[in-house]
């Protein structure tokens, strides 16, 4: 009988983008737990001290790095200095995002539009475009890029969010045909409510802001990071070998009725 295969980094270099906070920052520590070394980058320096912190307490190996994946030359300059650390880059997380106030259609700045655009879309190509320049040398890897429910159904005041997640679920999906007969996996993952500080900003912080949001979600309560981030773990390792070109929802049941 085969075994199944595992959950296991070891040996292996993952590179997380938005580590400094919430999902990205659970996802770093998760991949450095499961044995990877770790590059991970945001803008914020202070959230990517305390991820570094966080990581080398047990005995992780990170690599914390400043860079606005909005910029080419940062995102390059970034796996680059992945490269020159630590050799090889098995599995990429794009997840750095921001969230949209909400406003209708009409009422949104052309420099709103851009930022959210920037920063949650077009992020994800430039890094796509530099990882998989590395993972065609290196004979393969997996990426997970964030998307989010807001990537799979329409949310009202929500235009230029959902616009820029539905498109990374595109990106996604057409990456993955273009790489899949190279060994370059690439998924989408649509976390639901999660409680980190992206969220807080979104409820105002309040009992009943969270309470108000928490009605959405069919079991009762938000997700945590770490259960987004046991799922990218799960896409980028080899237990989840067969799996690409999927945008999964990971969201207490908040899409099952559509
Ligand atoms: P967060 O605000 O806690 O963390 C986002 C991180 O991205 C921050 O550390 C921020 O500094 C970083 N970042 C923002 N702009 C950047 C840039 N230009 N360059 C580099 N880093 C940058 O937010 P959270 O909740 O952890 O969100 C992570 C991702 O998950 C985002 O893409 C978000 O849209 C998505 N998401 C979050 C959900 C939630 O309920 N929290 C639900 C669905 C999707």
Redesign the pocket.
Known sequence: MTNIPSVDFVGKVAFV?????????AAAVAFARAGAAVTA????QE?LQGTAVEIEGFGGRVLPRR????KAS?VKSALDLTIETFGRLDAAFN?????QPGAMIADISEDLWDRVI???LK?VFLCMKYEIEIMLRNGGGAIVN?????GVLAIRQQSA?CAS?FGVTAMSKAAALEYADRDIRVNAI??????????A??TGNTEEGRARIIKQEPVGR??R?EE?AGTVLWLCSDAGGFVTGHAMVVDGGQTAGI
Do not use: F, H, L, Q
């Not at 997840?95 to 969230?99: D, K, L, R, T, V």
């Not at 649509?190 to 969220?199: E, F, L, R, S």
């Open positions: 983008t938005g580590a400094g906070s919430g999902i990205g920052r980058v945001d803008i914020n959230g860079c606005d994946v909005t940062d997840n750095a995002g921001i969230e920037n920063v949650n992020s964030t998307s989010s429910g807001a969010y997640k649509c976390p639901g409510i999660i409680d980190t500080p992206m969220i900003r979104y938000m997700g990071p987004i």
